[in-house]
């Protein structure tokens, strides 16, 4: 039995029609990549952010007891720019300040992968973690001379309340 058309119908108007739409619509059956909205993209900058954040904090906690077995604070000051990076690594305790000379290379990178997020190509950060295991971090994007950490172990410039 041979197939019938509609009345009207000529072959292949029906393959026009959708050829038609799908160039209206795109060239794809594929669904449409809607981007994630400003407060998403914020959102998963921020949580990226607080886990790299939360690493370093664990690492130099960690690190601190080889400065001194009874420090009670300790620092990690991280420099990126483009003349290449630099780290350093300090602890208090109330014999006094001391320098940390082992800083692990990975917190080297997840420092210089917490300032590139923030989309900044150079900055200062400077990481405080305290023995009762809070902890502090601090930003300076136009001043890469802040917070020096000294080869005594001093850090320079903190507010009296570090």
């Known amino acids: 039995m041979a197939r019938e058309t509609p009345p009207g119908d000529?072959?292949?108007?029906?393959?026009?029609?959708?050829?038609?739409l799908f160039r209206m619509v795109g060239s794809t059956t594929e669904p449409l990549i809607v981007?994630?909205?400003?407060a998403q993209a914020q959102r998963s900058v921020n949580e990226r952010a607080s886990a790299l954040i939360l690493e370093l904090s664990h690492a130099l906690?960690?690190?601190?007891p080889q400065g001194d077995a009874n420090w009670k604070k300790a620092y990690y000051r991280f420099q990126c720019e483009a003349?290449?990076?630099?780290?350093?690594?300090?602890?208090?305790?109330d014999a006094?300040?001391?320098?940390?000379?082992?800083?692990?290379?990975?917190m080297d990178e997840k420092a210089e992968a917490l300032i590139k997020l923030f989309g900044k190509s150079q900055g200062v950060?400077?990481?405080?973690?305290?023995?009762?295991?809070?902890y502090k971090v601090d930003?300076?994007?136009?001043?890469?001379?802040?917070?020096?950490?000294?080869?005594?172990?001093?850090?320079?410039?903190l507010p009296q309340d570090h």
Do not use: H, Y
Not at 35 to 38: H, V
Not at 125 to 134: E, F, M
């Open 10 to 20: 000529e072959p292949g108007l029906l393959m026009r029609i959708r050829n038609f």
């Open 96 to 106: 006094g300040s001391r320098r940390i000379d082992a800083v692990a290379p990975d």
């Open 35 to 38: 981007p994630p909205s400003k």
């Open 83 to 93: 003349a290449g990076n630099t780290s350093a690594a300090c602890c208090r305790s």
């Open 61 to 64: 906690f960690d690190l601190a």
């Open 125 to 134: 950060l400077l990481l405080i973690v305290s023995a009762d295991a809070t």
């Open 139 to 157: 930003f300076d994007w136009d001043d890469l001379g802040r917070w020096p950490i000294g080869v005594d172990g001093a850090v320079a410039g």
